[in-house]
């Protein structure tokens, strides 16, 4: 069995409120999906938990509309009452090892973030599903990360690991081909999505150059 069989996303949208500039997350959402997303991840790190799990409902609902999987970032209660697909971790967030072992964590989806080479020999790294490379590029969107990895950084992470890796960081059409020619499986963005004026087409227009 092929690794991207268990993990067959191409166009992943992270998504908070405040990424879409004014405009409705929901009819973003809703929008990109249509245009091409795959997969979707909430992230919100301002939000009182109350607030984010509303939001996360509201999100769930048009993903599964679309069957689309909805991935939590960094919190496992909102990702079981959301009954999301997955949940996404960084390094100093709650270890994939321990999600792992929560009741209803068996058989979701469950993202780790690299930001340092040593990440890809833990056990965190074996049980994850997919690894995200953060950022490729340098980003406005993500200010605490340790490493821009460039183009350079995901060949060498993919020489080293057969799991799905995940690009993102300030990843638009005009590189998208290359980040897939470095070893990427799959492209994350916030503002090349979220920031547009259509994001139905700017997901479009994504989808397109990765097919292509």
Known sequence: ?????????????VISEDACRGKGMLQVAEQAIQGGVDIIQLR?????????????????????????????NDN????????????????????????????????????????????LENVQTMVSDYLAISP??????????????GLEGISKIRQLTKKPLVAIGNIHVNNTKAVFRAGADCIAVVSAICGADDPMKAAYQLKNTIEK
């Open 136 to 149: 490729v590029f340098s980003t406005n969107t993500k200010t605490d990360t340790v490493t821009e990895w």
């Open 76 to 119: 496992p209660k909102v990702a079981a009452l959301a009954d999301a697909s997955g949940i996404h971790v960084g390094n100093t967030d709650t270890r994939p090892t321990v999600l792992r072992q929560r009741a209803g964590f068996e058989e979701k989806l469950i993202g780790y973030s690299i930001e340092y080479l040593k990440q």
């Open 44 to 72: 919100e790190k301002q939000l009182t938990e109350p607030l984010f799990l509303e939001r996360a409902k509201q999100l769930r609902d048009i993903t599964e509309k679309y069957g689309v999987p909805l991935i939590i």
């Open 1 to 13: 069995m092929k690794v991207r069989s268990l993990f067959p996303y191409r166009l992943y949208l």
